[in-house]
């Protein structure tokens, strides 16, 4: 299961004296926690990916803040944690990949404008996971449904 091979490389982390991978899975720890407390519910593999999804999401989108500062160490420090996230996470798709399953969804549901978007985006998003962002999802369906 992830939750213990997050644990595991933690203590790994520590004793290899790795302050940044130990922070950063601390961090995801630490958000696994937070939504098991306020759900009271145990998460499967697939809602941790998805936990671990969104704060590599929030690093990328800092990231664009942090180039404009021009504050490099800050960068490199995001860019390893950014790495080290996405070692958890499944293999990005490719865009071509992802037009293939938008268009299976959109002849599975029966879309035929952008009027279908809200449901088509859910199915698609269901069914890519964390292998892609809303983005670029999001991106895709808009141009098959114009």
Sequence with gaps: MLKEKLLEDMKNAMKDKNVVRKNVIQMVRAGILQIEK?????LDDDQ???VIA???KKRKDSLADYEKSGREDLIAQINEEIEILSEYLPKPLSNEEIEKIVEEVIAKVGATSMKDMGIVMKEAKAKIGPAADGKTIN???KAKLS
């Design 38 to 42: 306020d759900k009271h519910i145990e």
């Design 48 to 50: 941790i990916l998805d």
């Design 54 to 56: 969104k704060e590599s």
């Design 139 to 141: 991106e895709i369906v």
